[in-house]
């Protein structure tokens, strides 16, 4: 099967996700920054970061099925699991907002950050088994020290926000973002070499 109709679905979900975080955030009671701060502040900033993380999802996805254009029903089955860890995205935002940073809403907003990490892992395993596919991909991508240090930051920033204080995971989570806001280059590379 081609990738046509999972990718135009796979792009209208992540809009919808994040046109719904937008909708959480609550205008200032009065019209100073002051206002604008204490009502909206907290909540802008965890939009931003989360706005960010929904980028970078898709941002990898579309570099995804640039080099793989074939899907079967394990693909089909791993994108929705990743769609749905990132559907998650706009309650464990709000809840994370709304709770001013308490200790579980921000482990819970960090859990989600792994899951969706480990729902993209498996997208990229399942895409690797198709013929021809796997080899495409590690000529590509290589290595995943990336991926798998991202998931270790994950799960550190979960534990320090459990067991030291939540602003602590959140920074290491704010971290995680910023090591994949670099641009990729090497899918441009790949397509640029191969005319694909």
């Not at 693909?75 to 929705?80: D, I, K, M, T």
């Not at 809403?105 to 960090?110: H, L």
Request: hydrophobic fraction near 50%; charged fraction near 15%.
């Amino acid at each position: 099967m081609r990738s046509n109709r999972l990718e135009a679905f796979s792009d209208g979900v992540l809009a919808i996700i994040i046109t719904i975080m937008v909708l959480e955030l609550k205008p200032p009671e009065d019209h100073t920054l002051a206002s604008l701060w204490h009502t909206s502040g907290l909540g802008l900033l965890t939009y931003l970061l989360s706005f960010v993380y929904v980028g970078i999802y898709w941002n990898n996805h579309h570099h995804l099925f640039q080099v793989s254009d074939r899907v079967d029903g394990a693909v089909l089955w791993a994108n929705l699991t990743l769609l749905f860890t990132l559907s998650l995205m706009p309650f464990t935002t709000s809840w994370m907002d709304e709770s001013r940073l308490a200790q579980i809403p921000v482990v819970v907003y960090g859990v989600n950050l792994l899951a969706a990490g480990t729902a993209y892992y498996l997208l990229e395993r399942a895409i690797g088994r198709i013929p021809g596919q796997r080899e495409r991909l590690q000529e590509v991508f290589g290595q995943t020290a990336k991926e798998w240090m991202s998931m270790v930051l994950c799960l550190a920033g979960i534990l320090l926000a459990l067991l030291v204080v939540p602003w602590l995971g959140l920074a290491v989570y704010a971290l995680v973002a910023l090591l994949w806001v670099v641009p990729d280059r090497r899918v441009e590379r790949y397509l640029a070499a191969t005319d694909r």
